[in-house]
């Protein structure tokens, strides 16, 4: 049996890592995975109001599994924190989103925000989004942690 622990905003992410590799095991389903992911972090970090996967498709990004309110579905590269980081291919972390040029404000609620790239063998796959509704919400160790946790998702899965 699977269990988390209470969410929390300076989560253990080697022990989350740890429960993450107990979830994925004996299953490498992209869509499954992707979808327990979402749930994972929506449910083990404090204090988000967004969390899920964005799919490159061509140029353009495409909503994929999340947990969250309903969100803008299309995101062409470049455009917004989403389509940034998918330029950049690295973490970008945005401790206000009104102060983001071009930011896209798919659930009002939001103030921060931390969007990684999902690079597979030198291919970007996607990004995966997590927004807050407080303010400067993602640390530096949550940058670290998150990545730590978004490596262990792409290790276990078939992208
Ligand atoms: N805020 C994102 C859009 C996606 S939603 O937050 C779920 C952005 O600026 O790319």
Redesign the pocket.
């Known amino acids: 049996m699977f269990h988390t622990t209470a969410a929390s905003r300076q989560p253990d992410y080697d022990e989350l890592d740890r429960q993450l590799a107990g979830l994925f095991e004996g299953e490498r389903n992209f869509i499954a995975n992707a979808a327990q992911f979402s749930a994972f972090v929506a449910q083990t970090l404090a204090d988000l109001n967004?969390a899920g996967f964005y799919l490159a498709h061509g140029e353009e990004l495409v909503l994929g599994p999340f947990q969250g309110k309903v969100?803008?579905v299309r995101?062409p590269f470049g455009r917004?924190?989403?389509?940034t980081t998918a330029v950049r291919r690295e973490t970008v972390v945005v401790a206000d989103v009104h102060a983001f040029p071009g930011?896209?404000?798919?659930?009002a609620a939001?103030r921060s925000?931390i969007v990684l790239p999902v690079i597979v063998d030198g291919r970007l796959i996607g990004v995966f989004?997590i927004?807050s509704p407080e303010p400067d919400r993602f640390s530096e160790q949550d940058r670290i942690g998150l990545e730590k946790l978004l490596a262990r998702f792409i290790a276990s899965t078939d992208c």
Do not use: P, Y
Request: overall charge negative; glycine content about 12%; aromatic content about 6%.
């Open positions: 967004w969100a803008c995101i917004g924190v989403c389509g930011h896209i404000a798919c659930d939001s925000e989004d927004d």
